[in-house]
């Protein structure tokens, strides 16, 4: 057995305090995973998790095995690819979370150029408006799109997403265009909050530099960008979306931008990782492949 298997599973193990976690995330069986430990265990001469039926904790060595694990893992990731550049020699999985939007209307129409480039990185891809736990769910970055609620993470700026403000046709057609702040007294939004409860923030916009937030009534609340969406297509009220989201339904006339004047500040995009010297050679070329994918994009964009 590969002393380096041993050591990716034991850190999965120590991670996800579940050996059957650990399985799925490395594709074993529980028994693998656990057949694994045991293998590592004789060889280091220590017992490294405390088992009972609920969880599995590391001992004490095992805690210290863990931090020196990680360093070792992430050194052999950079030996790898030390003196060899070209894309081919990249390999292994590559597991990402992103915003449902921006998966399937940025990333999955371009991703052939991503896996021509590195033939041997096996992608995995979540897409889900709901936050993940990066580590406790096997991930080796997470794109995140606004505020960064989780300091502990190591942040990699992408850029940023440019907003607009539309409604359909339908919602125009009954209660009128708004043109100006005051118009949209006679309006509704469609409220958009991270989780159902929580208190919405109405018509947000940029004024000489300043962000301001007008509280505004709306008939329906959705925790989903795709929900958000088709709120506005059918006529429920004036959304507030990046570009990326909504240039499509924009440009068949589906949905009309409004109040150009008025609009909130882009939405920075990150990339969040857990830390940066254990962070894969896989993982940074996606990163730049992602910097460059969202840069394209708003270009198109601002050059139409």
Same mark, same amino acid.
């Given at each position: 057995?590969?002393? @380096?298997?041993?050591?990716?599973?034991?850190?999965?193990?120590?991670?996800?305090?579940?050996?059957?976690?650990?399985?799925?995330?490395?594709?074993?069986?529980?028994?693998?995973?656990?057949?694994?430990?045991?293998?590592?265990?004789?060889?280091?001469? !220590?017992?490294?998790?405390?088992?009972?039926?609920?969880?599995?904790?590391?001992?004490? %060595?095992?805690? *210290?095995?863990?931090?020196?694990?990680?360093?070792?893992?992430?050194?052999? %990731?950079?030996?790898?690819?030390?003196?060899?550049?070209?894309?081919?020699?990249?390999?292994?999985?590559?597991?990402?979370?992103?915003?449902?939007?921006?998966?399937?209307?940025?990333?999955?129409?371009?991703?052939? #150029?991503?896996?021509?480039?590195?033939?041997?990185?096996?992608?995995?891809?979540?897409?889900?408006?709901?936050?993940?736990?990066?580590?406790?769910?096997?991930?080796?970055?997470?794109?995140?799109?606004?505020?960064?609620?989780? !300091?502990?993470?190591?942040?990699?700026?992408?850029?940023?997403?440019?907003?607009?403000?539309?409604?359909?046709? *339908?919602?125009? !057609?009954?209660?009128?265009?708004?043109?100006?702040?005051?118009?949209?007294?006679?309006?509704?939004?469609?409220?958009?909050?991270?989780?159902?409860?929580?208190?919405?923030?109405?018509?947000?916009?940029?004024?000489?530099?300043?962000?301001? #937030?007008?509280?505004?009534?709306?008939?329906?609340?959705?925790?989903?960008?795709?929900?958000?969406? *088709? !709120?506005?297509?059918?006529?429920?009220?004036?959304? #507030?979306?990046?570009?990326?989201?909504?240039?499509?339904?924009?440009?068949?006339?589906?949905?009309?931008?409004?109040?150009?004047?008025?609009?909130?500040?882009?939405?920075?995009?990150?990339?969040?990782?857990?830390?940066?010297?254990? @962070?894969?050679?896989?993982?940074?070329?996606?990163?730049?492949?992602?910097?460059?994918?969202?840069? %394209?994009?708003?270009? #198109?964009?601002?050059?139409?």
């Amino acid at each position: 057995m590969n002393k @380096l298997d041993l050591l990716k599973t034991f850190v999965r193990v120590t991670e996800l305090s579940s050996f059957t976690q650990a399985g799925e995330s490395l594709g074993l069986p529980r028994s693998t995973a656990s057949d694994q430990i045991r293998m590592l265990e004789d060889l280091v001469g !220590a017992r490294l998790f405390h088992r009972t039926t609920r969880k599995v904790q590391p001992t004490q %060595d095992g805690a *210290a095995l863990y931090e020196r694990s990680k360093e070792l893992l992430a050194d052999m %990731d950079e030996l790898e690819g030390l003196f060899r550049r070209d894309g081919a020699v990249l390999a292994g999985r590559l597991r990402v979370d992103m915003p449902t939007v921006v998966a399937r209307k940025l990333v999955i129409p371009k991703l052939a #150029q991503f896996v021509d480039a590195y033939p041997h990185i096996e992608v995995e891809l979540s897409s889900s408006d709901r936050r993940v736990d990066l580590v406790r769910d096997g991930f080796d970055c997470v794109l995140r799109i606004g505020e960064l609620p989780d !300091a502990s993470l190591v942040a990699r700026s992408l850029g940023a997403m440019t907003m607009l403000n539309c409604a359909s046709p *339908a919602y125009l !057609a009954k209660h009128g265009v708004p043109h100006t702040l005051d118009d949209l007294r006679k309006h509704r939004v469609v409220h958009y909050v991270p989780v159902l409860g929580a208190r919405p923030i109405g018509f947000e916009y940029v004024l000489n530099g300043v962000t301001h #937030q007008l509280p505004m009534a709306g008939t329906i609340t959705v925790n989903n960008t795709d929900t958000y969406e *088709a !709120a506005a297509l059918g006529g429920l009220g004036l959304i #507030q979306s990046p570009v990326l989201g909504i240039r499509d339904h924009i440009e068949s006339g589906r949905l009309v931008h409004v109040l150009p004047d008025f609009v909130a500040a882009p939405m920075d995009v990150s990339l969040l990782y857990a830390n940066r010297r254990h @962070l894969p050679q896989r993982a940074h070329v996606f990163m730049e492949w992602m910097t460059a994918l969202i840069r %394209d994009d708003e270009a #198109q964009y601002a050059n139409r």
